[in-house]
């Protein structure tokens, strides 16, 4: 007999068919090509009994968190842990961009390494060494958010005023970090109403018919080469769904019919309710075919989608808790890895004891040690999403393989040579590829 907390995994069971055949089908489908080798000597020609190792080293889907707690965690080997189990899972980190803790005072600015210590808000240069150490993609959140505007900009109180501040710290961030930051979400948040505890929205940028024109516009100028996302909260993408009626969908519409470029759509999916709430969310929120029929509308765009923000809880350190959330994880993971519109899922946030919401949320437990959602995501990244093959050359020296969309390394080797080589291999780019020894 199910116990109360497990009654919230009910649409998962309750629709476990049709979630199987859509995860499994679009997984195949949308993830996955078939890839083709030839291997040729030094006069072109082919050559054949050729063995081929392929190993996949990384996703060309993006698996990420925000890394707000880096250098939180207390010593320098818990700081190393942190990272190490970071990169262990994750292609993609999510940096701290709130103009507040950015820019605390006209002036001055914590980007730097060595800025003053804030919590969860690591130094933007901090995290990039971070991101290049490691290799992975850095993310930036975000360009606009009114709730986090600094209060020497909350008092000009004057929109032009306000919007010559912005338009500055657009320009700044570009000039600084366009080159080294390749996504950024222009705007966070702007269906929540004007004073929604505890972000309240007050400048007067926030009360244009135009704010979000604007800052797309904005941004679209001075980061051209740059991908621009969208953000919005999940309550009113996940519990208030009305089709394309919906309140973000129209808003996207809107902007989109208003000449802006929006590159990508970005969705928060925040499960941080009092336990006494969670059964009735979940009812909403683990509804396969709502996800699915969430997802498929905003598919209407022909625009990529990201899961930006999620935390799912475990409410104590109990085996049935983290039970209950390693399934859950398990079972949003393989449904948004499986849409072809879905391009990202970044986990909102790592480690326990450092979260937004209080909710012991992470991956890891404040000692560092893996939870059993850390097990479980660690398994479809790294085996069960991932193609490793052994393959040899026929006559006319190919060799065919089925893979996950990635990075690779290719190992040839004939009698006489060896040759590794990395390759991208990307839904867009070529399925056939040539290799001279």
């Not at 030094?42 to 081929?52: L, M, N, Y």
């Not at 979400?185 to 024109?213: G, K, R, S, W």
């Not at 946030?349 to 995501?377: A, Q, R």
Request: a negative charge; charged letters at 25%; aromatic letters at 14%.
């Amino acid at each position: 007999m199910a116990s109360e907390r497990q009654k919230v995994l009910t649409p998962f069971i309750e629709q476990s068919d049709y979630m199987k055949d859509r995860m499994e089908s679009g997984i195949e489908q949308h993830r996955k090509a078939w890839f083709t080798l030839t291997v040729l000597d030094g006069e072109k020609k082919p050559i054949p009994a050729a063995k081929i190792t392929v190993n996949q080293k990384s996703h060309e889907f993006r698996f990420g968190a925000n890394m707000y707690s880096m250098e939180e965690m207390g010593s320098e080997e818990g700081n190393k842990e942190y990272k190490r189990r970071f990169a262990q899972l994750f292609n993609l980190a999510t940096l701290p961009f709130y103009w507040n803790d950015l820019v605390p005072e006209p002036g001055i600015k914590r980007y730097a390494k060595d800025a003053p210590k804030k919590y969860r808000r690591p130094p933007i240069d901090l995290c990039l060494e971070f991101c290049d150490a490691y290799g992975l993609e850095p993310k930036a959140h975000c360009l606009e958010y009114d709730g986090n505007a600094p209060e020497w900009v909350k008092k000009l109180n004057d929109l032009g005023a306000v919007r010559r501040a912005l338009y500055d710290h657009f320009a700044d961030l570009a000039g600084r970090y366009a080159d080294r930051i390749p996504s950024w979400e222009v705007t966070n948040e702007n269906l929540y109403p004007p004073n929604y505890a505890p972000i309240v929205h007050n400048t007067p940028h926030f009360y244009q018919n135009d704010t979000v024109e604007w800052d797309f516009h904005t941004a679209d100028r001075l980061f051209p080469k740059n991908r621009l996302i969208i953000n919005e909260s999940g309550d009113n993408i996940w519990s208030c769904f009305n089709g394309n009626r919906s309140a973000y969908y129209m808003l996207i519409e809107r902007a989109l019919n208003h000449g802006c470029r929006i590159d990508s759509i970005g969705m928060q999916y925040h499960m941080t309710m009092p336990e006494s709430a969670e059964y009735n969310a979940a009812m909403k929120r683990y509804s396969p075919k709502r996800i699915y029929d969430v997802l498929d509308r905003y598919a209407d765009f022909s625009l990529p989608m990201q899961i930006t923000e999620i935390s799912v809880p475990t409410y104590r350190y109990t085996e049935e808790d983290e039970d209950i959330q390693a399934e859950i994880v398990r079972n949003l993971y393989s449904i948004w890895f499986s849409h072809p519109n879905m391009e990202a899922i970044i986990y909102w946030d790592f480690v326990d004891g450092f979260e937004w919401s209080g909710h012991k949320c992470g991956f890891l437990h404040n000692d560092l040690t893996p939870k059993k959602s850390f097990l479980v995501l660690d398994e479809l990244i790294n085996k069960t999403w991932h193609t490793s093959s052994n393959l040899m050359t026929s006559e006319n020296g190919t060799a065919s393989f089925k893979g996950f969309f990635g990075d690779y390394d290719i190992t040839v080797c004939t009698a006489d040579k060896e040759l590794t080589i990395p390759l991208h291999l990307v839904k867009s780019g070529d399925r056939s590829l040539t290799i001279q020894l």
